[in-house]
């Protein structure tokens, strides 16, 4: 099967025909490729405050509750394309309701049948918790069934945390879709670097979607660095450097690769090393001091 991967950038939308005009020109040239599971952006959504005007789209409270007002025809537009296109979508996270009045962080996962289910981060960063008083999720993560594979999703800083993917492969992961939101350089690669390190200790395929270029109308959101890569463990039946696909910096655009779930299990069983198997071996072996 084909996955692809978006380096997707924030619009300034005039009204909603805009958005879905945007959506489904993406949609429908990531399925031209053959792509069956097409994904989306950590704040992708997040151009949706432009739907407020300007005024609105600059304000970090006033930004995330106008994205979240449009919640419900986000939703039906991505079972719409999800149908149309025969797809599995993991549409763009955005701000939802969360415990205590704070926002979440929330990823959902579309089907051809519909909504799959949703994934929220679990740990935030600095800005996130510190200025814009977005919360973790309270209901962990979760392992999606599918027809392609078991799904599983680490949001953006998620990705950096070797607990959190390993959990999910306990759970029978067999691909990690990570969507990221990065404004520098250092930030893109913390992400990058944390996605291939969690497909190589877990011999699986990971999706990486970042957001690209400027968006200086949306101080939550106003610089995007990224490339777009799918990953897998540098082993039998990968490429030697891990890149099964990637696009160039900051470049708009789909990255797309071809996989089998075999060769997943493959290397699991019999790979150059076995990375999967072994990691409960890591129990501390510090000698005397």
């Not at 005007?53 to 919640?71: F, N, P, S």
């Not at 995007?224 to 039998?236: E, H, K, L, S």
């Not at 990637?246 to 997943?264: F, H, Q, S, Y």
């Amino acid at each position: 099967m084909k996955l692809a991967a978006a380096a997707y950038p924030l619009d300034f939308l005039t009204d909603w025909n805009a958005y879905t005009a945007k959506l489904g020109a993406w949609v429908a040239t990531g399925a031209a490729t053959g792509a069956e599971l097409l994904v989306f952006p950590e704040y992708g959504a997040m151009e949706l405050a432009s739907l407020g005007g300007a005024k609105v789209a600059a304000d970090l409270d006033a930004a995330l509750q106008e994205v979240m007002r449009h919640a419900p025809r986000v939703a039906a537009l991505h079972g719409v394309l999800a149908a149309q296109h025969s797809v599995y979508i993991l549409g763009a996270s955005a701000p939802a309701r969360g415990p205590a009045g704070h926002p979440v962080n929330c990823a959902t996962l579309y089907g051809p049948k519909g909504v799959i289910g949703h994934q929220d981060k679990q740990i935030m960063t600095r800005f996130e918790r510190e200025e814009w008083n977005i919360a973790p999720g309270q209901d962990g993560l979760r392992v999606f069934d599918t027809p392609l594979g078991r799904i599983g999703i680490l949001i953006c800083y998620d990705a950096e945390f070797p607990l959190l993917g390993r959990a999910l492969a306990e759970a029978g992961a067999e691909i990690l879709l990570v969507p990221s939101c990065t404004e520098g350089l250092a930030g893109y690669t913390r992400v990058k670097v944390g996605a291939m390190a969690r497909a190589l200790e877990n011999q699986c395929v990971v999706v990486h979607a970042p957001t690209v270029g400027a968006a200086d109308w949306c101080p939550a959101v106003d610089m995007n660095t990224g490339a777009a890569a799918i990953y897998g463990p540098p082993d039998r039946g990968f490429p030697d450097t891990g890149i099964l696909a990637e696009t160039a910096l900051n470049a708009p655009g789909w990255a797309v690769a071809e996989i089998d779930r075999a060769t997943i299990h493959a290397v699991r069983r019999d790979g150059a090393v076995l990375n999967h198997a072994h990691w409960p071996e890591q129990k501390m072996r510090l000698g005397p001091g």
